[in-house]
C-alpha cells in the first residue's frame, strides 16, 4: 500500500494521466466518455496477457484440474496470482516446477536475506527495463521491509549491491565476456565482499530474472492490476498501440478474429512443410555425412548469421527514468561478439555443462538449488504433447534441440556433437528474428513480431517455445557465470 | 599366451578363466620390476581420461586438444607419440574418453565429442595411426571399453541413450544397446563374467546387459540419485561392482544376488567423477571428483568416513586416474585439467587418519560425560571410572597383511564414563535464574531489582549485588529513590540495601556530597534520562508483552512479597545444594587485603570488572586506612557521573562474566540494560554471548526463555533466528495424511480439515478447539458461543470450557 501511494506521486511528478499514456482511438474514445467522471481503478490489459485473447488462457484452468490445483497453490503461497503464472498455466507439469524453484529462491533458508532477493530481482528485470518484473518486486521488496531509499536507484543500495551491478550488465548482455577477475573483485572487496555461498544465490536470480524477462516480453504479460504504479513505468510499447489493441480481441474480437483467418490461408502450409523437412532430415541423416570442417563452419556461420538477423526494426528506445535509475550504463546492451572484432573461444559445452559441472558447483554451494533447477530445465527441454498445430504424434524432439542449441549458439555455446545445418532448416527467419529478439534485447519484442512466426501454431505452443527460450537464457547465462566462479576456485 | 587367446573362438569362458589367471601369475611376478618415483610432466592442453598399456611401461592421455603417448621411465615421462595429426585437427580427435586395449598393446580406442568412436593403431606405417571411424552416434561418446580378453570387441556408450558393440573387423557395429532412458556415462565389461557388461545411467540407474542379448537388460536398478557418472567390476570379486554418482557417493554392490544389494557406501565431498579399484587390495577403491575437489582418495570401503589415502597434487579437478599395472597397487597415474599428468607413489600419500583426532567427547542425557581418546594418553590416569560394559575399542580389520605401510594407523582408543556428581550436574541455578529473571517490560530499575533479589535468594550474592549496582549506575535519581524506600519498609531484610546503607555509614558526609552532585549532574541529564525512561514507556507498549512475560515466567505470578515469604522459606533447603564456583571468591577477605597492597586495588579495578563494580564497597568499608584511597575514589564520585560513565566498568563486567562461564549473566545484563550498554560492546561479542546463552537454553529446553531473549535481543543476527523455519506442517483431520498445500482443504481426500462448528466455514486462519472433545471454529465464533452456551457448539453434548 505503501508504494501504491509512492507511485502515484511519480504519476504526478511525471505530469502523467492514464489518458496522456494512450493514443486513444475514436472507437473507445467514446465507449470511454460513459466511464467519465467515475475514478475506478481498471486494469489496462484484458487478461494476462497482451499477445494471447484472455478467454483461451482462462479456459486453460477451467478444464485442467491441474492447472486449477496449482494455481491455487500459488494462491494460497503468494496470495496472488500473478500474470506469469496464468500464462505458464498451459503448461501445468513446467509451472509447478517453475513456481516450486522461484519460491525457494525468494522465500525459503538461503545465503541471502529476504530483500536482497528482491532487490537483485529488481536490479535484473530492469536490465531489461522489464517495468512487470520490477514493480512486481518493489512490491514484495517494501513488504519484507526493505529500505525504500535503496529504490531511488543502486546508488541508494549498500555498496555491496553496487559492485553486483558490474556483473548483473555483463550477464544480460554479454555473459561470454564474464572472467575471474569479475568474480575475484565480488568476493574480494574487504567488508563489502561477498560469500561463495551469496554469489551463487545471486548469481541464479539474476540469470533467474534476466530470462524471466524476455518471457514477460515475450508472451506480453500485462501489468498486474493492482501495481498501478506499473503503468508509469514505461508501459510496454504502449505508444504503438490503442487500448483496444491491448484489449486482445476481448474488445471487438470480430476484427482480430477476421484478420486471423485471412492469415491462416494465406500461410497454410507452413507446418507441413516443417514436418517434412523435420522427416527428412531424420531420413538423410545417415546417408549424408558432413566432414567435420564442414560442420565447424555450419556452427560459425549460424553464430554469425544469428548476429546478422536484425533484432528489431524500430529505433533505439531510452528507457523511461523510472526503471533506469536502477541500473547504469543504460547503453550497454548485447552486442554482437562475432562482429565486433574481439575474439571469444568458443565455449564447449562437453568441457563445461550444466549436469556434470555446473549442478555440481550450485548444489554445493547453495543446497537443492542445483536439483531444482535442474529439474526445471529437464522440464523444460523435454516437454512435449507429441503435437505440431494440428497434427498429433509428432516427435518434436529434433525442433526443441534445434531452438535450444540455436539459443545457446546465440551465446557462443556450441555442441560438439549438433549439426548446426539443422537449424537453418528448421527455423525460418522470422523465427528467428523472434527469439533474438527475445533473449537479447527482450524489450523490443512487439506484437507483431509474436504474430508473425509459426502463425498456425496455438497459442500454448507459442508460450511453450517461450519457455524454452526462458530456460535456454538461463543456462547459458549460469554457465558462463559459473564457469567464471569455477576459474576462481581452482 | 596372450595372443593364443586372441582367437579363441567365442562361448569358452570357462576354459578361458583358467588361461586368465595363468597369465596373471606371469604377469604379476613381472610387476615386481616396475619401479618408480612421485613425478608429473606437463601437457600443452587439460587432460580428459587416461589409460596405460598392458606392460605398464607407456600412458596414453586424451582431451579436447590434446592425444599423446607417453613413456613412463624410470625418472620421468618421456613423450613418445603425439596422435594429433594433421593440419586442422577435426572433432574426431576431440576425445572424451580413451582406453589402450589390454590384450593388443596397439590398439587404442578413443571416444569423441562428437559422437564419433575412432579406434587407432600404432602399429600403422604412416603417421596418422586412426585405424577405424565409427559415427554410428548422434550425440556425444562419454565411453568406450575395449572387451578385456576378446581383441575385437569395443563397446561405447553415448549421450543419446544407446550403446553399441563393435566388431573391429567390421565396418559398422553388430549390435546397439538401448537403454531406454537418458544418456549412458559409463560402460564396463565385467572382469570375470565374459558375456556381461554394466551401464551406467544419467538418470541414476544402472543396468547389466548380456552381450548377446541387445534387445533387453538383465537387469536394472537405481543405484543413485542423479547421473551415476561411473562404475567399476572389482578385479577380483566377481559379483562387486563400485558406481559413483552426483550424490558425492561411492557405493559398492553385490550382484550375486538376486537383488543388487548396496553393501557398502562412502560418502565423500564432491560429486565422484571416477572409481577405480585397487589392485591386489580387496577393499580398496580410488576417486576423484568432477567439480570443486582436486584430490583423489583411495578408500577402504570399510571405513568410510575417512580416506585411506590421498594424493593432494592436482591443482585443477583430476579427470582421469589408473593403476598403473593391473597387478601393482602402489602406482597410480592421473591426469587433470590442470594439465599435467601425474605418477603417485603410494609411499607418498598422506594419510588423513595421521592428522585426524582420535578424541571423542560426548554429554549425556543426565550430565554423564563420555571421553574417548588413544590409550596411550589415558592410561595412567588415576580419577578414570572404567565404563560399566568395559572400555570399547575399535575392531580391528586387517588380518590379511601385516604391511604396515597398507593399513590404517592402528588407533585404539579407551572410552571412559564420567558420571557427573550430584553437585557438578546441579545446574538448576541456571534453570531457575532464567525462568525467574524478567529482561523486560517493566521499568530499569525495577527490572534490576527484581533480578537482584532472584539471584540472592539462589544465594548468588555476587550476581546480586551486581544488579544492584547497576540500578544505581543506571537509574537516574528520581527513579532510584521511588524503589529504594519502598523494597526496605516492604522487606525490611532487604540484604544489599542493608547492607550498602550500613557500609557507607563511614562516610557519610561525603556520599551525601556526591549524592548531591549526582542530582545535579542529572539536571544536566534531564533531556537524556527522559528519553530513556519514554524509550522504557515504549518497550511496555510495543512489546505488549506483560502479560506474556507473567504467563510465560509463570512463578513470577507470585507478587513481590509473596515470592519473598515463600522463597525464604525454601532458601534454607537450597544453600545446601549450592556450590558456586565463581562466587567462591570471598569478598570481604578481599576487602581485608586492600589496605595493605594499595596499588593491587588499582589493577583490580583495571583488570577485574567485578572487583570494580564493587568498588563503591570497598571505598565505604576502608576509609580511614589510606588516604590515596579516598583520593581516588572521591573524583569518582564527586565529578559529573553520567550513566555512561560506567559504561567500560561494565563493559568488563560483562566480559569478566562471559569469561567466567557465565554467559547468562553477561546476556541478561546486556537486554536490561539496551541501549545503554549497547554500543560499548562490539556486535561479535554480543552474538556469541546471545548464541552461548540461547543455546544453553534449549539444551535445558527452556523455550520460552530462549524465544524471549532472541526477541528482546538487538542483534539482527539473533532476532532473525525465530523468523527462520516458520513452516508449520499440519496433517490432514479426516485422512491423516500430510497436507501440503493448503492449511485447509486435503488434496488427497478433498476433505476441508478445519471446519468451523459454529458457522460450518473453513477456518482458514486461527483456529481454536476444545481439547476435551476436539471440535473447534473460528476463535471469535467460538468465544460469542460459549458466552451465551456452556456446551459445544458441534452438539457433541461435552461441556467446553473456553479460558
Given amino acids: 500500500m505503501k508504494h501504491a501511494t509512492a507511485a502515484t506521486e511519480t504519476i504526478e511528478n511525471n505530469s502523467f494521466t492514464v489518458t496522456d499514456l494512450f493514443k486513444i482511438c475514436t472507437h473507445c474514445e467514446r465507449l470511454s466518455k460513459k466511464d467519465l467522471g467515475v475514478r475506478i481503478p481498471r486494469s489496462l490489459g484484458n487478461g494476462p496477457s497482451r499477445f494471447i485473447p484472455e478467454k483461451e488462457i482462462l479456459q486453460v484452468s477451467k478444464v485442467d484440474p491441474r492447472t486449477q490445483s496449482i494455481f491455487e497453490d500459488a494462491f494460497a503461497a503468494l496470495g496472488r496470482l500473478d500474470n506469469i503464472s496464468l500464462v505458464m498455466g498451459f503448461h501445468p507439469q513446467y509451472l509447478e516446477s517453475f513456481l516450486r524453484t522461484q519460491h525457494y529462491l525468494l522465500q525459503m533458508d538461503g545465503p541471502l536475506s529476504l530483500h536482497y532477493r528482491h532487490y537483485i530481482g529488481i536490479m535484473a528485470a530492469a536490465r531489461h527495463q522489464c517495468s512487470y518484473l520490477v514493480n512486481l518486486h518493489v512490491n514484495d521488496f517494501l513488504q519484507v521491509g526493505g529500505d525504500s531509499k535503496w529504490l531511488n536507484g543502486l546508488d541508494g543500495a549498500p555498496q555491496k549491491l553496487q559492485a553486483l551491478g558490474e556483473l548483473n550488465k555483463i550477464l544480460a548482455h554479454r555473459p561470454w565476456l564474464l572472467t575471474k577477475a569479475h568474480i575475484e573483485h565480488l568476493l574480494k572487496a574487504e567488508e563489502h565482499s561477498w560469500s561463495l555461498a551469496e554469489l551463487i544465490h545471486a548469481v541464479v536470480l539474476l540469470t533467474n530474472y534476466h530470462s524471466l524477462a524476455s518471457f514477460t516480453f515475450g508472451c506480453g504479460i500485462t501489468p498486474e492490476i493492482h501495481s498501478n504504479g506499473g503503468h508509469t513505468f514505461r508501459p510496454p510499447s504502449l505508444s504503438q498501440y490503442c487500448v483496444c489493441d491491448i484489449a486482445n480481441g476481448n474488445g471487438h474480437g470480430h476484427l482480430e478474429e477476421r484478420r486471423g483467418n485471412h492469415q491462416v490461408s494465406e500461410v497454410s502450409g507452413e507446418v507441413e512443410v516443417l514436418m517434412e523437412r523435420m522427416k527428412q532430415l531424420q531420413e538423410c541423416r545417415d546417408e549424408e555425412e558432413a566432414s567435420q570442417e564442414e560442420m565447424a563452419t555450419r556452427f560459425e556461420r549460424e553464430k554469425t548469421e544469428s548476429m546478422l538477423v536484425a533484432t528489431a526494426e524500430d529505433e533505439e528506445c531510452v528507457p523511461s527514468r523510472d526503471v533506469s535509475r536502477h541500473f547504469e550504463d543504460p547503453s550497454y546492451g548485447y552486442k554482437d561478439f562475432s562482429r565486433r572484432g574481439e575474439h571469444v573461444p568458443t565455449f564447449r559445452v562437453q568441457d563445461y555443462s550444466w549436469e556434470d559441472h555446473g549442478y555440481s558447483l550450485v548444489n554445493r554451494l547453495y543446497p537443492d538449488v542445483g536439483q531444482l533447477l535442474d529439474e526445471k530445465f529437464q522440464m523444460a527441454y523435454n516437454l512435449t504433447y507429441n503435437t505440431m498445430a494440428m497434427h498429433k504424434d509428432v516427435d518434436t524432439s529434433m525442433l526443441r534441440r534445434a531452438i535450444w542449441n540455436y539459443i545457446h549458439c546465440m551465446f557462443g555455446i556450441r555442441y560438439d556433437d549438433y549439426d548446426y545445418g539443422e537449424i537453418n532448416q528448421l527455423l525460418d527467419r522470422s523465427f528467428k528474428v523472434y527469439i533474438k529478439t527475445m533473449v537479447c534485447s527482450p524489450e523490443k519484442t512487439t506484437k507483431r513480431m509474436y504474430e508473425s512466426f509459426w502463425r498456425q501454431f496455438q497459442h500454448s505452443e507459442k508460450v511453450h517455445v517461450n519457455l524454452l527460450l526462458m530456460e535456454a537464457r538461463m543456462q547459458a547465462e549460469l554457465l558462463y557465470a559459473l564457469r567464471a566462479i569455477t576459474r576462481y576456485m581452482t | 599366451m596372450h595372443f593364443g587367446q586372441r582367437e579363441r573362438p567365442r562361448g569358452l569362458p570357462l576354459l578361458f578363466g583358467a588361461m586368465e589367471k595363468m597369465s596373471r601369475v606371469t604377469t604379476a611376478l613381472g610387476s615386481s620390476a616396475i619401479s618408480g618415483r612421485t613425478m608429473f610432466c606437463h601437457l600443452d592442453a587439460p587432460a580428459n581420461a587416461i589409460s596405460v598399456c598392458r606392460d605398464a611401461t607407456q600412458v596414453v592421455v586424451a582431451g579436447r586438444n590434446i592425444f599423446k603417448i607417453y613413456g613412463l621411465e624410470e625418472e620421468q615421462f618421456v613423450e613418445k607419440l603425439?596422435?594429433?595429426?594433421?593440419?586442422?585437427?577435426?572433432?574426431?580427435?576431440?576425445?572424451?574418453?580413451?582406453?589402450?586395449?589390454?590384450?593388443?598393446?596397439?590398439?587404442?580406442?578413443?571416444?569423441?565429442?562428437?559422437?564419433?568412436?575412432?579406434?587407432?593403431?600404432?602399429?600403422?606405417?604412416?603417421?596418422?595411426?586412426?585405424?577405424?571411424?565409427?559415427?554410428?552416434?548422434?550425440?556425444?561418446?562419454?565411453?568406450?571399453?575395449?572387451?578385456?580378453?576378446?581383441?575385437?570387441?569395443?563397446?561405447?556408450?553415448?549421450?543419446?541413450?544407446?550403446?553399441?558393440?563393435?566388431?573391429?573387423?567390421?565396418?559398422?557395429?553388430?549390435?546397439?544397446?538401448?537403454?531406454?532412458?537418458?544418456?549412458?556415462?559409463?560402460?564396463?565389461?565385467?572382469?570375470?563374467?565374459?558375456?556381461?557388461?554394466?551401464?551406467?545411467?544419467?538418470?541414476?540407474?544402472?543396468?547389466?546387459?548380456?552381450?548377446?542379448?541387445?534387445?533387453?537388460?538383465?537387469?536394472?536398478?537405481?543405484?543413485?540419485?542423479?547421473?551415476?557418472?561411473?562404475?567399476?567390476?572389482?578385479?577380483?570379486?566377481?559379483?562387486?561392482?563400485?558406481?559413483?554418482?552426483?550424490?558425492?557417493?561411492?557405493?559398492?554392490?553385490?550382484?550375486?544376488?538376486?537383488?543388487?544389494?548396496?553393501?557398502?557406501?562412502?560418502?565423500?565431498?564432491?560429486?565422484?567423477?571416477?572409481?577405480?579399484?585397487?589392485?591386489?587390495?580387496?577393499?580398496?577403491?580410488?576417486?576423484?571428483?568432477?567439480?570443486?575437489?582436486?584430490?583423489?582418495?583411495?578408500?577402504?570401503?570399510?571405513?568410510?568416513?575417512?580416506?585411506?589415502?590421498?594424493?593432494?597434487?592436482?591443482?585443477?579437478?583430476?579427470?582421469?586416474?589408473?593403476?598403473?599395472?593391473?597387478?601393482?597397487?602402489?602406482?597410480?597415474?592421473?591426469?587433470?585439467?590442470?594439465?599435467?599428468?601425474?605418477?603417485?607413489?603410494?609411499?607418498?600419500?598422506?594419510?588423513?587418519?595421521?592428522?585426524?583426532?582420535?578424541?571423542?567427547?560426548?554429554?549425556?542425557?543426565?550430565?554423564?560425560?563420555?571421553?574417548?581418546?588413544?590409550?596411550?594418553?589415558?592410561?595412567?590416569?588415576?580419577?578414570?571410572?572404567?565404563?560399566?560394559?568395559?572400555?570399547?575399542?575399535?575392531?580391528?580389520?586387517?588380518?590379511?597383511?601385516?604391511?604396515?605401510?597398507?593399513?590404517?594407523?592402528?588407533?585404539?582408543?579407551?572410552?571412559?564414563?564420567?558420571?557427573?556428581?550430584?553437585?557438578?550436574?546441579?545446574?538448576?541455578?541456571?534453570?531457575?535464574?532464567?525462568?525467574?529473571?524478567?529482561?523486560?517490560?517493566?521499568?530499569?530499575?525495577?527490572?534490576?531489582?527484581?533480578?537482584?533479589?532472584?539471584?540472592?535468594?539462589?544465594?548468588?550474592?555476587?550476581?546480586?549485588?551486581?544488579?544492584?549496582?547497576?540500578?544505581?549506575?543506571?537509574?537516574?535519581?528520581?527513579?532510584?529513590?521511588?524503589?529504594?524506600?519502598?523494597?526496605?519498609?516492604?522487606?525490611?531484610?532487604?540484604?544489599?540495601?542493608?547492607?550498602?546503607?550500613?557500609?557507607?555509614?563511614?562516610?557519610?558526609?561525603?556520599?551525601?556530597?556526591?549524592?548531591?552532585?549526582?542530582?545535579?549532574?542529572?539536571?544536566?541529564?534531564?533531556?537524556?534520562?527522559?528519553?530513556?525512561?519514554?524509550?522504557?514507556?515504549?518497550?511496555?507498549?510495543?512489546?505488549?508483552?506483560?502479560?506474556?512475560?507473567?504467563?510465560?515466567?509463570?512463578?513470577?505470578?507470585?507478587?513481590?512479597?509473596?515470592?519473598?515469604?515463600?522463597?525464604?522459606?525454601?532458601?534454607?533447603?537450597?544453600?545446601?545444594?549450592?556450590?558456586?564456583?565463581?562466587?567462591?571468591?570471598?569478598?570481604?577477605?578481599?576487602?581485608?587485603?586492600?589496605?595493605?597492597?594499595?596499588?593491587?586495588?588499582?589493577?583490580?579495578?583495571?583488570?577485574?570488572?567485578?572487583?570494580?563494580?564493587?568498588?563503591?564497597?570497598?571505598?565505604?568499608?576502608?576509609?580511614?586506612?589510606?588516604?590515596?584511597?579516598?583520593?581516588?575514589?572521591?573524583?569518582?564520585?564527586?565529578?559529573?557521573?553520567?550513566?555512561?560513565?560506567?559504561?567500560?566498568?561494565?563493559?568488563?563486567?560483562?566480559?569478566?562474566?562471559?569469561?567466567?562461564?557465565?554467559?547468562?549473566?553477561?546476556?541478561?545484563?546486556?537486554?536490561?540494560?539496551?541501549?545503554?550498554?549497547?554500543?560499548?560492546i562490539d556486535d561479535l561479542t554480543q552474538e556469541h554471548w546471545y548464541m552461548s546463552y540461547i543455546d544453553l537454553l534449549q539444551r535445558f529446553e527452556l523455550w520460552n526463555v530462549s524465544n524471549e531473549v532472541i526477541k528482546l535481543s538487538t542483534c539482527s543476527a539473533i532476532t532473525c533466528l525465530n523468523q527462520t523455519s516458520t513452516t508449520l506442517h499440519v496433517n490432514c483431520s479426516n485422512c491423516k495424511r500430510p497436507m501440503s498445500n493448503r492449511g485447509w482443504i486435503c488434496d488427497r481426500c478433498h476433505q476441508c480439515a478445519s471446519v468451523c462448528a459454529v458457522c460450518h466455514h473453513v477456518v482458514k486462519g486461527l483456529f481454536v478447539w476444545c481439547q476435551g472433545c476436539s471440535h473447534g471454529g473460528h476463535l471469535e465464533h467460538v468465544m460469542n458461543w460459549l458466552k451465551s452456551s456452556s456446551h459445544c457448539p458441534a452438539g457433541c453434548g461435552h461441556l467446553c470450557e473456553y479460558t
Fill in chain 2, 82 to 680: 603425439n596422435l594429433r595429426v594433421g593440419r586442422k585437427p577435426s572433432l574426431n580427435f576431440s576425445c572424451a574418453d580413451v582406453m589402450w586395449h589390454q590384450m593388443e598393446e596397439n590398439l587404442l580406442a578413443t571416444a569423441a565429442t562428437n559422437g564419433a568412436v575412432v579406434t587407432w593403431n600404432l602399429g600403422k606405417p604412416s603417421r596418422n595411426k586412426q585405424d577405424q571411424l565409427f559415427t554410428e552416434h548422434k550425440r556425444t561418446v562419454n565411453k568406450v571399453c575395449f572387451h578385456p580378453t576378446e581383441v575385437y570387441m569395443l563397446l561405447s556408450g553415448s549421450q543419446d541413450g544407446y550403446m553399441k558393440c563393435f566388431d573391429l573387423r567390421k565396418k559398422e557395429s553388430v549390435s546397439t544397446f538401448s537403454g531406454q532412458s537418458e544418456s549412458v556415462r559409463d560402460v564396463q565389461f565385467s572382469m570375470k563374467d565374459y558375456f556381461t557388461f554394466a551401464a551406467s545411467f544419467e538418470n541414476g540407474n544402472v543396468q547389466l546387459w548380456d552381450i548377446r542379448r541387445p534387445d533387453r537388460y538383465e537387469r536394472m536398478f537405481t543405484a543413485h540419485t542423479g547421473p551415476v557418472f561411473c562404475c567399476d567390476w572389482h578385479p577380483d570379486d566377481r559379483g562387486w561392482l563400485a558406481t559413483g554418482g552426483r550424490d558425492k557417493m561411492v557405493k559398492v554392490w553385490d550382484m550375486t544376488t538376486n537383488r543388487a544389494k548396496e553393501i557398502y557406501c562412502v560418502q565423500t565431498i564432491a560429486s565422484v567423477a571416477r572409481v577405480k579399484w585397487r589392485p591386489e587390495r580387496k577393499w580398496h577403491l580410488a576417486t576423484c571428483s568432477m567439480m570443486v575437489d582436486h584430490n583423489i582418495y583411495v578408500w577402504d570401503v570399510r571405513r568410510p568416513f575417512i580416506p585411506f589415502a590421498t594424493f593432494e597434487e592436482h591443482k585443477d579437478v583430476t579427470t582421469g586416474i589408473v593403476w598403473r599395472h593391473q597387478h601393482d597397487p602402489y602406482f597410480l597415474l592421473s591426469g587433470s585439467k590442470d594439465s599435467t599428468l601425474y605418477q603417485h607413489m603410494f609411499k607418498d600419500a598422506s594419510r588423513p587418519v595421521d592428522r585426524a583426532n582420535p578424541e571423542g567427547l560426548c554429554f549425556g542425557l543426565f550430565g554423564d560425560l563420555a571421553f574417548a581418546a588413544k590409550e596411550s594418553l589415558i592410561s595412567g590416569d588415576t580419577n578414570r571410572k572404567p565404563y560399566p560394559g568395559g572400555d570399547r575399542r575399535y575392531p580391528i580389520f586387517f588380518f590379511k597383511k601385516p604391511d604396515l605401510t597398507e593399513q590404517f594407523a592402528h588407533v585404539s582408543s579407551a572410552l571412559s564414563v564420567f558420571e557427573s556428581s550430584l553437585e557438578s550436574r546441579c545446574m538448576d541455578w541456571f534453570v531457575k535464574t532464567a525462568r525467574l529473571y524478567l529482561l523486560g517490560g517493566k521499568p530499569f530499575a525495577e527490572l534490576c531489582d527484581h533480578n537482584a533479589k532472584v539471584a540472592k535468594e539462589l544465594n548468588r550474592p555476587q550476581v546480586s549485588t551486581t544488579w544492584t549496582m547497576l540500578r544505581l549506575m543506571f537509574s537516574d535519581p528520581a527513579n532510584l529513590s521511588t524503589p529504594g524506600p519502598n523494597n526496605i519498609s516492604k522487606l525490611g531484610n532487604l540484604p544489599l540495601m542493608n547492607s550498602f546503607s550500613m557500609k557507607e555509614m563511614g562516610t557519610e558526609s561525603r556520599l551525601d556530597r556526591s549524592k548531591g552532585e549526582i542530582r545535579q549532574d542529572s539536571i544536566h541529564l534531564e533531556p537524556g534520562n527522559s528519553l530513556i525512561n519514554s524509550n522504557n514507556d515504549e518497550n511496555e507498549e510495543t512489546e505488549g508483552s506483560e502479560g506474556q512475560a507473567e504467563y510465560m515466567f509463570g512463578d513470577a505470578e507470585l507478587d513481590d512479597d509473596d515470592l519473598y515469604s515463600i522463597e525464604l522459606e525454601n532458601q534454607a533447603a537450597e544453600e545446601q545444594e549450592y556450590t558456586l564456583p565463581q562466587e567462591a571468591f570471598p569478598l570481604r577477605h578481599e576487602i581485608m587485603d586492600n589496605p595493605s597492597v594499595p596499588e593491587h586495588l588499582q589493577q583490580d579495578k583495571a583488570d577485574s570488572p567485578h572487583a570494580s563494580g564493587n568498588e563503591a564497597e570497598v571505598m565505604c568499608l576502608t576509609p580511614t586506612e589510606s588516604f590515596s584511597l579516598i583520593a581516588i575514589s572521591q573524583p569518582l564520585f564527586s565529578t559529573h557521573l553520567p550513566a555512561h560513565f560506567f559504561c567500560p566498568v561494565v563493559r568488563e563486567m560483562l566480559s569478566h562474566y562471559a569469561e567466567q562461564g557465565d554467559v547468562q549473566m553477561a546476556v541478561s545484563v546486556l537486554i536490561v540494560l539496551g541501549d545503554r550498554i549497547r554500543k560499548e
